[in-house]
């Protein structure tokens, strides 16, 4: 039985500990080992990674919260408070208060994007964090939601937590997940009626020498492959001309050739016919532009495989997930998704960042780009929208957007072949712990100022004290 004596003098030394300035060093230079390991992470991977490592690790919450248990017990041992005490009571209630703004802030706050095309709307904000879903058509054409998660699989990856989503009598199993991985494509034959036809085919000139696949996916009467002067289109219906230079290339369903037809912009239409096959070279007529097919496949389907990466290695890294299902593997990109079949169903799988209805829509009706001079860089953009239960606004990089607690600013913009911008990109950001964080701050600044009066106050007291001694 532990003694009544025992137990008070063990908080006691507890109570000592937790105000001691020796534990306010010990949380002092964890901090500062902790920010100088997440700067490196943040240099080394990306923003993201760090996070996830080091700022929101459960060391850095548990050396956070040592750090308000310090301060507050520092403020109960200096009990009963005086009046030159006031400076430093405010300054320690305001680093808490800002800490737990920082905590509301990450708890129920909000920081993603909003991509707007011209002319368009838009209602949803892309976070970063991830969810996985299944869908299902039953038949009927129209996708129905069978699951949805939320995911993580950086913190939990697949190989140590074993994951998996029903579907009927089936699992869908996730083997492998990497968090930086390079896309590689892969074009094979098919023996699937479904699946469309594939060509390689060459561009050359004097100035441009290109090899590329152009597909038919089966989800799509057609594919196109915009080059900016002209298109290249695969359509197995007849095609309608309408303006520009094109290229149409349509199967010939059981033959190993194909037709092709050229339009040109310049004669108001068809130009040049014929059938072609793998290895024939067709003049196109343009800019002396010739194009070889390197290869064709009647029914081909598209291989996907990633490269596992160490860290970003450019904008086209991405995050992978390889999942199985009836012993077949498939592999999702972030913001992707693959179709998968059973004896009887169609699923549709799909690995996304989260998107959050903001509760009313934004609409892109105008988009400007300022220019350097004699240069494609932009100096400026901006955006002119039309928001639901606002009205018209004006977004531009030093002028946001505050409508219904978001914030919308003008982060950046994306543009076609041609340098015209096609949508504009808004950084949407909602902060309910920011007036706790202001307070906070508020408070430390009121408290450094009250304890420099009480200082230079106690020193002219001092002074005079020994000025009447003399």
């Known amino acids: ?53 080091i700022y929101h690790s459960p060391a850095m919450y548990f050396v956070m919260a040592l750090l308000c248990v310090n301060l507050f017990n520092v403020m109960i041992d200096r009990l009963p408070w005086k009046a030159h005490h006031t ?36 209602r949803y904000v892309m976070v970063p964090e991830t969810e ?51 896309y590689e494509q892969n074009i094979q034959p098919s023996s699937e009626k479904s699946d469309g036809a594939a060509f390689r085919i060459q561009l050359q000139n004097a100035n441009v020498n290109m090899s590329q696949w152009i597909k038919r996916d089966f989800k799509n009467s057609f594919d196109s492959l915009d080059l900016g002067p002209a298109k290249i289109i ?47 070279m067709v003049e196109l007529g343009w800019m002396g532009l010739q194009m070889r097919i390197l290869k064709y496949l009647p029914q081909a389907r598209e291989e996907i495989k990633f490269i596992q990466l160490e860290r970003p290695a450019g904008p086209a890294t991405t995050s992978a997930l390889l999942v199985e299902f009836n012993g077949k593997d498939y592999w999702l990109a972030l913001n992707s998704n693959t179709r998968i079949f059973n004896d009887s169903s169609v699923f549709m799988i799909s690995y996304n960042n989260r998107r959050i209805d903001v509760g009313f829509s934004i ?34 990089m030093n002028e946001p957007l505050k409508h219904n607690g978001f914030t919308f600013y003008q982060a950046s913009f994306q543009e076609n072949e041609r340098g015209q911008p096609t949508s504009s990109i808004l950084s949407v950001n909602r902060d309910p712990g920011r007036w706790i964080k202001y307070l906070g701050s508020f408070l430390i600044v009121l408290g450094s100022v009250v304890m420099f009066y009480f200082k230079r106050y106690r020193v002219k007291i001092f002074s005079k004290i020994q000025e009447v001694a003399k």
């Open 234 to 280: 695969v359509q197995e219906m007849p095609y309608v001309y309408s303006s520009g230079n094109a290229v149409v290339l349509q199967p010939i369903s059981g033959s190993s050739t194909f037709n092709y037809f050229i339009y040109t912009a310049s004669k108001g239409g068809l130009t040049k016919k014929g059938q072609a096959k793998a290895g024939d």
């Open 132 to 182: 996985f879903s299944v869908y299902s058509s039953f038949g009927s054409g129209n996708w129905e939601l069978l699951h949805k998660e939320r995911t993580d699989f950086f913190m939990k990856p697949p190989k140590k937590f074993s994951q998996a989503f029903q579907l009927g009598n089936n699992k869908v199993h996730v083997k492998d997940y990497y968090h930086y991985a390079r």
């Open 87 to 122: 400076g430093f009571i405010l300054a320690h209630i305001g680093i808490i208060t800002l800490i737990l703004g920082s905590l509301v802030t990450k708890i129920y706050g909000l920081d993603g994007s909003m991509a707007i095309d011209i002319g368009q709307s838009s």
């Open 1 to 53: 039985m532990i003694s009544r004596e025992v137990f008070v003098n063990f908080f006691e030394k507890l109570f000592q500990f937790l105000a001691s300035l020796k534990l306010a060093v010990i949380v002092i230079v964890s901090l500062g080992v902790l920010s100088a390991i997440g700067t490196i992470y943040e240099a080394r991977y990306d923003a993201t990674y760090a996070q996830k490592v």
């Open 363 to 396: 609409t892109l009706e105008n988009f400007t780009v300022g220019r350097y001079q004699g240069t494609m860089r932009a100096a400026s953009y901006a955006s002119d929208v039309m928001a639901e239960g606002y009205g018209p606004a004006h977004i531009s």
